[in-house]
């Protein structure tokens, strides 16, 4: 057999001769280009599999983003699909370790053989590693619905989450200046120490919480700062308010004690002049005056201490009781001393009372009949019943001698003239 047969037979002996000289130096360059071309396939294939790793994280991101900012079945498909390719991206990523671990191309004794299967496996590494690069940009795409709609979302958290922060500073800061001006504040301080936990779940992020819920909590505390703030800010005008209001409503205390003092010579002047009718409503305001007062002067005087206290939601519900108790009892006061004026004048004149119920009711009538020949029986009915009732009301006091019940006539009169009110508000209600 011929030396060169021999190196034909074995590729052993073409390394081996390669690495010597005498004219050898064609077998030596197929060797050495096998092995380049092992080499060449080797860094495609890594290329292939850093682009593939590069693009499966870029993925990943994709798909929290899109988990961070909705749930639901169409992210639930998404994260199956990007689980099932991944599982498959693992099987080709081992597959592209193993050839490329197979043989080593460094090594300068590499037989050609050797050399091309090396670079077969991984050719076929780099086609698989391509082929999951192309499923993979396949799904981002179909998930890119999601991520816009997410990255819509998710714009939103940073604005969001500033604005509670800097409502909470101000909160804070009001708070502060609100305790330097001597204020305790402590409800406010009880409210704001409840926002601590819901700041440091704000901190925590979307990556934890997820897009609605952060933006929920972020407008949530934005609108209890803020209004913490507005009731710090406001609490000292707040303090003087009720201050001018509990001297305001002490002057009115010691005014309705005088006044009372009214009462009962009034009621003494109605019993002796007019009938029991006339004055039997109004026996217990003395009573109730004095009551009246005594717990005014009392919820005043806790709304007092209230306000000593800082218990601010206390004095402002004290002094809305001591106003009604007012109320109440300065309106009773008027009313026995308004009675004894209205039964004074009309005992000494009953005709002007008289007058103004026919002029009312004569203003209802020209109305009723402005542009009809007839008047509408709407209108017609009532303003008939009220003209007999204040015929009805006259012929009583003219009955009943010298001790007439004025104060019936006086009821029976407004009667009339609020039925020729009512009457006018209907006509022109429909025109």
């Known amino acids: 057999m011929g030396v060169d047969q021999a190196y034909e037979l074995s590729g052993e002996c073409v390394?081996?001769?390669?690495?010597?000289?005498?004219?050898?130096?064609?077998?030596?360059?197929?060797?050495?280009?096998?092995?380049?071309?092992?080499?060449?396939?080797?860094?495609?294939?890594?290329?292939?599999?850093?682009?593939?790793?590069?693009?499966?994280?870029?993925?990943?991101l994709a798909?929290?983003?899109?988990?961070?900012?909705?749930?639901?079945?169409?992210?639930?498909?998404?994260?199956?699909?990007?689980?099932?390719?991944?599982?498959?991206?693992?099987?080709?990523?081992?597959?592209?370790?193993?050839?490329?671990?197979?043989?080593?191309?460094?090594?300068?004794?590499?037989?050609?053989?050797?050399?091309?299967?090396?670079?077969?496996?991984?050719?076929?590494?780099?086609?698989?590693?391509?082929?999951?690069?192309?499923?993979?940009?396949?799904?981002?795409?179909?998930?890119?619905?999601?991520?816009?709609?997410?990255?819509?979302?998710?714009?939103?958290?940073?604005?969001?989450?500033?604005?509670?922060?800097?409502?909470?500073?101000?909160?804070?800061?009001?708070?502060?200046?609100?305790?330097?001006?001597g204020l305790?504040?402590?409800?406010?301080?009880?409210?704001?120490?409840?926002?601590?936990?819901?700041?440091?779940?704000?901190?925590?992020?979307?990556?934890?919480?997820?897009?609605?819920?952060?933006?929920?909590?972020?407008?949530?505390?934005?609108?209890r700062a803020e209004a913490l703030r507005d009731q710090a800010v406001h609490l000292p005008q707040r303090a003087k308010d009720i201050d001018r209001r509990v001297a305001s409503l002490r002057t009115r205390v010691q005014a309705l004690e005088t006044r009372a003092g009214t009462v009962e010579p009034a009621l003494s002047e109605l019993r002796r002049r007019f009938t029991l009718p006339c004055w039997q409503d109004l026996q217990p305001v003395p009573v109730q005056t004095a009551e009246a007062v005594a717990q005014a002067s009392a919820k005043l005087a806790e709304a007092a201490r209230a306000r000593d206290g800082q218990r601010w939601a206390d004095a402002t519900g004290a002094i809305g009781t001591v106003r009604?108790?007012?109320?109440?009892?300065?309106?009773?006061?008027?009313?026995?001393?308004?009675?004894?004026?209205?039964?004074?004048?009309?005992?000494?004149?009953?005709?002007?009372?008289?007058?103004?119920?026919?002029?009312?009711?004569?203003?209802?009538?020209?109305?009723?009949?402005s542009g009809r020949q007839t008047p509408d029986p709407r209108h017609a009915a009532p303003l008939d019943g009220a003209v007999a009732r204040l015929d009805r009301a006259v012929a009583q006091l003219e009955e009943a001698g010298r001790h007439p019940d004025y104060w019936h006539f006086l009821t029976e009169l407004a009667g009339v003239r609020e039925t020729a009110a009512q009457v006018v508000a209907m006509i022109r209600g429909t025109h």
Not at 31 to 57: C, K, M, N, P, W
Not at 133 to 146: H, N, Y
């Open 184 to 223: 305790k504040a402590d409800d406010l301080a009880a409210r704001l120490a409840e926002l601590a936990p819901e700041l440091t779940r704000l901190n925590e992020g979307v990556a934890r919480h997820g897009v609605p819920a952060t933006l929920h909590r972020a407008d949530d505390v934005a609108r």
């Open 324 to 369: 009604a108790l007012l109320e109440t009892a300065e309106g009773a006061v008027t009313a026995v001393n308004e009675r004894l004026r209205q039964l004074n004048e009309v005992s000494h004149d009953p005709h002007k009372e008289i007058e103004r119920a026919r002029f009312a009711l004569r203003d209802a009538q020209r109305l009723a009949m």
């Open 63 to 181: 798909l929290e983003t899109v988990r961070a900012a909705e749930s639901g079945a169409a992210v639930e498909r998404a994260g199956s699909e990007f689980g099932a390719l991944s599982a498959r991206i693992d099987q080709v990523t081992v597959g592209y370790l193993s050839a490329l671990d197979a043989y080593d191309l460094e090594d300068p004794e590499l037989e050609a053989a050797d050399a091309g299967r090396a670079r077969g496996r991984l050719d076929v590494a780099k086609r698989d590693l391509e082929a999951q690069r192309g499923e993979l940009d396949a799904f981002v795409r179909r998930l890119q619905p999601l991520v816009q709609r997410a990255e819509s979302q998710l714009v939103r958290v940073v604005p969001a989450v500033e604005r509670a922060k800097q409502a909470l500073l101000g909160a804070t800061t009001a708070l502060e200046e609100v305790r330097s001006a």
């Open 15 to 60: 390394v081996r001769v390669a690495g010597g000289g005498g004219g050898r130096g064609g077998w030596w360059r197929r060797g050495e280009g096998a092995r380049a071309e092992a080499v060449t396939a080797r860094d495609a294939a890594q290329q292939a599999f850093y682009e593939l790793d590069s693009a499966q994280r870029d993925a990943q």
